[in-house]
């Protein structure tokens, strides 16, 4: 049965789902990456396909905006329709020095603002972390085509608009970058033990005043969708 934000099918989602912020960008991966790509959402305009990659199952899916909004499509995706592992590729800010513009991101765990975490009672702090296995294997892919990247700590912030000083505190503790799902995503897929990782293209630097245009992100996030997709290849046919 579908759920109150998805109208798939049981069976309709591969077993590891890319979730792009855009449902634009998911539409636009389908399209140009994955063969015989069939639409099985668009609930509240959430674009969500299933094709192959290399022969083997791949879904993507948008995420929408903010840790609220993957946190409820994640939730469905690994509880509801049996999903084993998601790969967010979304875009990021560049806070530390040495990260530029078209870089990829590993994001190895989460910082944040956010109060999402307090649902779930802990009596403590949670450090919301990605899947090493995912990790590895995305690095290697890195690697492997020469793309530039780092590995770290991101900044999963609630306010897109904010005062860019806001940032210095946390450059401080070496986060990487700033962004608004990847803390709710990793929470998610704690809960549920599945597995989960964000690779993120480098699409402006607010504390430098650079930033790429709409049409530069789009071709930037070739090397992270070529990234993603081998690695969910490559779980399909467990290698990683």
């Given amino acids: 049965m579908p759920t109150p934000h998805n109208a798939a099918q049981l069976g309709d989602f591969a077993k590891v789902v890319l979730m792009p912020g855009d449902p634009l960008r998911a539409k636009h991966v389908a399209e140009n990456y994955l063969e015989d790509a069939r639409l099985v959402n668009e609930v509240r305009g959430m674009l969500a396909f299933t094709g192959t990659y290399d022969g083997m199952p791949v879904s993507v899916m948008g995420s929408g905006m903010g840790v609220p909004s993957i946190a ?130 480098v699409s402006d630097a607010p504390l430098r005043g650079e930033g790429l245009s709409a049409e530069e992100r789009q071709t930037a996030c070739t090397d992270m969708a070529r990234i993603a997709l081998e690695v969910a290849r490559d779980i399909a046919n467990g290698v990683c």
């Fill in 72 to 201: 409820i499509y994640a939730h469905e995706l690994f509880n509801h329709y049996g999903v084993q592992a998601i790969i967010r590729t979304g875009t990021t800010g560049a806070l530390a020095p040495e990260v530029k513009l078209r870089d990829v991101i590993f994001a190895q765990a989460a910082c944040t603002d956010s109060n999402f975490a307090a649902h779930y009672r802990l009596k403590g702090t949670i450090a919301p972390i990605c899947d090493f296995g995912l990790l590895r294997h995305g690095v290697e892919v890195a690697e492997k085509y020469n793309i530039p990247h780092h590995v770290g700590n991101v900044f999963t912030t609630d306010t897109f608009y904010r005062d860019v000083d806001y940032y210095k505190d946390w450059i401080k503790m070496g986060v990487l970058s700033t962004e608004m799902e990847t803390s709710g995503l990793y929470c998610i897929a704690a809960e549920a033990h599945k597995r989960a990782l964000s690779i993120l293209t």
